[in-house]
C-alpha cells in the first residue's frame, strides 16, 4: 500500500522567511496531493492541493510541488507569519477515496 | 454550511465502558472517513463509507470497534468495551468526489479519555 513520510518533524524559522517541507510517496500510481493545517484543538484543513498532471501550484504565499519523478512533493511558505504556526500534513491519494497522510511538521514561526 | 459537525468535542469515560462519537457530513457529501490521531502513531484511517456502505475498515484496530452509517448525513463510531489505549483525538471528515474534488473537510474532533 501507499506510504508517505514527511520531514522535517519540526521547523522553526524567523518571521519573514521562507519555511519548506518535503514528503515523499512511495506509490507512482497514487494521483492527488494535498497539504492539511492544523492549529490546535482542530481538525486539520485543507489548505492547498495539487493533482499528478500539474508540476506547481501557487496560491498567495503558499506553492507547492510536484516531481512525480522522484515521488516527491514539497509545501513552500513565503514570508512567514506568526499565524503560520501549526502542524501541517502532506497526503497521497491512490485510485480508491483513501488518503494516507504523512507524520506532520510542527512549524514554529518566531516574531 | 456548517461543515463537518462531531459529538461530543470531550468524552471521558472509564475503562469498561461503551463510547459513541457521532458525526454528521456536509450536506451533498458521499463519503464519510474516520480518523484516530495520537502522537504516536498520528493520522490513522479507521474506516471509510462511500454512499453509506463501508469500503475499507482494514483500520479499525479490532472488533472492540464499529462504525455504521444508518443513513446518507450521519455516522457513528461505537467503542465497547473501551480500553485506556484508546484515548486519542478522533476524527471524522467527509468529502464528495463527485464535486471534482478529493479534498476532505474535517470536523473538529472528539478528544477521548479512558481512565
Known amino acids: 500500500g501507499e506510504n508517505v513520510e514527511q520531514h522535517p518533524s519540526t521547523l522553526s524559522v524567523q518571521e519573514g522567511d521562507s519555511a519548506v517541507i518535503k514528503c515523499t510517496y512511495s506509490?507512482?500510481?497514487?494521483?492527488?496531493f494535498p497539504w492539511y493545517k492544523q492549529e490546535l484543538g482542530k481538525g486539520p484543513q485543507l489548505i492547498i492541493d495539487?493533482?499528478?498532471?500539474?508540476g506547481e501550484k501557487k496560491d498567495q504565499r503558499i506553492a507547492v510541488t510536484l516531481n512525480k519523478t522522484a515521488k516527491h512533493f514539497s509545501l513552500h511558505i513565503t514570508e512567514t507569519q506568526p499565524e503560520d504556526s501549526a502542524v501541517y500534513f502532506c497526503?497521497?491519494?491512490?485510485?480508491?477515496?483513501?488518503?494516507?497522510f504523512g507524520t506532520g511538521t510542527r512549524l514554529q514561526v518566531f516574531p | 454550511d456548517a461543515g463537518v459537525i462531531q459529538s461530543p468535542r470531550h468524552e471521558v469515560t472509564e475503562m469498561g465502558q461503551e463510547v459513541t462519537l457521532r458525526c454528521k457530513l456536509i450536506?451533498?457529501?458521499?463519503?464519510l472517513f474516520w480518523y484516530r490521531q495520537t502522537m504516536m502513531r498520528g493520522l490513522e484511517l479507521l474506516i471509510y463509507?462511500?454512499?453509506?456502505?463501508?469500503?475499507?475498515d482494514s483500520g479499525m484496530p479490532e472488533d472492540r470497534f464499529s462504525a455504521k452509517m444508518p443513513n446518507a448525513s450521519f455516522s457513528t463510531l461505537k467503542i465497547q468495551p473501551s480500553e485506556p489505549r484508546d484515548s486519542a483525538v478522533y476524527f471524522c471528515?467527509?468529502?464528495?468526489?463527485?464535486?471534482?474534488?478529493?479534498?476532505?473537510?474535517f470536523g473538529s474532533g472528539t478528544r477521548l479519555t479512558v481512565v
Open positions: 471528515a467527509s468529502s464528495s468526489s463527485s464535486l471534482g474534488s478529493y479534498g476532505y473537510t
Open positions: 506509490d507512482s500510481a497514487s494521483n492527488y
Open positions: 495539487i493533482r499528478s498532471n500539474v
Open positions: 497526503a497521497a491519494r491512490h485510485n480508491t477515496d483513501k488518503l494516507i
Open positions: 450536506s451533498g457529501h458521499n463519503s
Open positions: 463509507f462511500n454512499n453509506n456502505v463501508p469500503i475499507d
